[in-house]
């Protein structure tokens, strides 16, 4: 090895012990790779300056050879650390996810992460590595220990995913997430009884005929195929949309753009939300930014559509959270952002999470029929005792009418078979990640040392 690639691999040996092994990158990488292209330029004008007799084509191979030479200084340090020195290299796991985080990217495919970390921890225990700078952990005490109030842990790299756009899931800092979470708080303090938004979801009879519709839905039954194209039963991709989306599927048989997008865009994201600066990366190439600009398009739209029925939207949740902003023409570009960000969080965690969860929960319940008689005389009780008798559908009866969701949260049995529902086929397919724990309380808490 000549004495110019030597030294460029060293470079990079260099370069990653006392900077890439420290601190997070994610959010840099186009960056690096775009400092890298220009150093490289400027290695090549070095070496023609030298020796311009050897010309441009010659100084540029040279250059490419210590690129290559300092990226792969930097890729055996890497893997050298993350195997043989990592603060983590204690705990058991699959030897490639010591490796790469490539690993569970790929056990990700399927959206049953949750399945292989059972696996993982029949095999390896209590304590798994299953990334390079990853840990999961099948201790009780864990939840509070990580996810707990007074946990020292911070969320991780997997919330940078959703960047510009500022969600009050998304946010890290504790000082900006506490201010938003105040402001959502004011609508959620209704019990649950809000809507996300107000939405004109049963056109006059005149505009869409409820035989269209019916029709429409018998059409796409009698087809076998659902209205988002999928081999679900059809009725099941309409469960969560009505809080969210005006566009009478039921009517056309068609699937909403948001239907689409979330359909053809999920498997990419479940995949590679373990890579969180890929998948940042990916987002600034000319495919996918033209997708990721048409959905912030479609954002920014949905923002306006709400902020123009305010008066009549006062009792939604998304309402609420307008009050504290100004109207439009005064919104900044961050405040908009934020906006986008918090209508897209009511979107998913309002409709698609919550039909996946429905569709999981009712499939359990077919296959289970002990469990529904159970859940049955369960809610037929309580109809009885707040108003109403038993199987009356949730209309009003005769009793006190107290009925309402903190009541029917504490039903054993509903909650448990939602629970189970949850356990067994989860509509989260990763994240929820933690970072950087205090390691004394925490390793104290999970015996980790």
């Known amino acids: 090895m000549s004495p110019l690639l030597l030294g460029a691999f060293l470079a990079g040996h260099v370069s990653h012990v006392l900077a890439f092994r420290r601190g997070e990158w994610d959010n840099h990488a186009q960056r690096i790779i775009a400092g890298a292209g220009l150093l490289g330029l400027a290695s090549a004008a070095a070496l023609h300056a030298a020796a311009p007799a050897d010309g441009w084509l010659t ?23 993350r195997t043989l020195f990592h603060a983590l290299r204690r705990y058991p ?58 946990s020292k842990c911070y969320k991780g790299p997997w919330y940078e995913q959703g960047r510009p ?9 504790r000082t900006e997430y506490s201010d938003q ?3 959502w708080d004011q609508g959620l303090n209704a019990a649950g009884e809000l809507p996300a938004f107000h939405f004109e979801t049963t056109p006059p009879s005149s505009q869409r005929p409820r035989s ?31 809080l969210t989306d005006p566009f009478d599927v039921l009517s056309t048989g068609e699937p909403t753009y948001w239907m689409k997008l979330i359909s053809k865009n999920l498997d990419l994201i479940g995949v590679l939300a373990h890579v969180p600066w890929f998948f940042l990366l990916l987002k600034e190439t000319p495919i996918f ?23 009549e939207t006062s009792r939604s949740l998304f309402a609420s959270i307008l009050k504290d902003f100004p109207s439009e023409e005064l919104l900044t570009e961050k405040q908009h952002l934020q906006l986008q960000g918090d209508m897209l969080l009511i979107l998913i ?39 109403g008798g038993g199987g009356n559908g949730g209309e009003d009866g005769d009793g006190d009418g107290s009925r309402d969701p903190v009541s029917l949260a504490r039903l ?9 529902a949850l356990r067994l086929w989860s509509p989260v397919s990763c994240g929820a990640t933690r970072s950087r724990w205090h390691r004394d309380s925490l390793a104290r808490t999970l015996r980790l040392v």
């Open 59 to 81: 100084s540029l191979r040279t250059a490419t050879s210590l690129a290559l030479a300092a990226a792969a200084g930097v890729l055996v340090s890497m893997l050298a650390y």
């Open 93 to 150: 796991g699959p030897f490639a996810a010591r490796l790469s985080s490539a690993y569970i990217s790929y056990t990700s495919r399927r959206f049953r992460l949750h399945d292989e970390l059972e696996r993982l921890h029949k095999e390896h225990g209590d304590i798994v590595r299953i990334s390079p700078s990853t840990i999961s952990a099948r201790k009780p005490e864990a939840v509070q220990a990580v996810h707990g109030p007074r």
């Open 165 to 173: 756009l500022v969600a009050l899931s998304n946010i890290r800092d």
């Open 181 to 183: 979470r105040r402001i």
């Open 212 to 242: 269209g519709s019916c029709n429409a839905s018998k059409a796409a039954a009698d087809a076998s195929t659902p209205a988002n194209g999928s081999t679900i039963l059809a009725s099941t991709s309409w469960v969560g949309w009505p």
């Open 289 to 311: 930014k033209a997708t990721v600009n048409t959905f912030r398009a479609w954002l920014r739209k949905q923002v306006t559509v709400q902020m123009e029925r305010l008066p």
């Open 349 to 387: 965690a309002g409709s698609d999470t919550i039909a996946m969860t429905l569709q999981a929960l009712f499939y359990e319940l077919c296959i289970n029929p002990d469990a529904q008689r159970k859940l049955q005389q369960e809610i037929d009780k309580y109809l009885t005792e707040h108003g």
């Open 412 to 420: 054993d049995h509903l909650q448990a078979c939602v629970n189970e």
